[in-house]
Nanobody
Framework: QVQLVESGGGLVQPGGSLRLSCAASGFTLDYFAVGWFRQAPGKEREGVSCISSSDGSTYYADSVKGRFTISRDIAKNTVYLQMNGLKPEETAVYYC??????????????WGQGTQVTVSS
């Protein structure tokens, strides 16, 4: 059974850090592009970051460049999103998704259930 499970969310103060994990089962993440998305209440889902399957190249939304880092641990079949300097407006449910397409595609086939990130003092 193909499954993605996110973890690592929680409550953090502004300026703080969290590391989100996206663990895959039923397939090998190394052959898939993996993206991180977030959706805040009342807002549309937005792409945050992506790591491609072909060459491991990465993409970041302008709003998170220099603060977030996406990485892949092949042995653990897990993709991480290190988030530093978090802001209150980044409070959202964060999702990871996987696609067999090359690069960082616009659409993804597999989605996790999401993990809540709350940035508040």
């Amino acid at each position: 059974q193909v499954q993605l499970v996110e973890s690592g969310g929680g409550l953090v103060q502004p300026g703080g850090s969290l590391r989100l994990s996206c663990a895959a089962s039923g397939f090998t993440l190394d052959y898939f592009a993996v993206g991180w998305f977030r959706q805040a209440p009342g807002k549309e889902r937005e792409g945050v970051s992506c790591i491609s399957s072909s060459d491991g190249s990465t993409y970041y939304a302008d709003s998170v460049k220099g603060r977030f880092t996406i990485s892949r641990d092949i042995a653990k079949n897990t993709v991480y999103l290190q988030m530093n300097g978090l802001k209150p407006e980044e409070t959202a449910v964060y999702y990871c998704a996987a696609s067999a397409r090359l690069g960082c595609p616009p659409e993804y086939s597999y989605w996790g259930q999401g993990t809540q990130v709350t940035v508040s003092s």
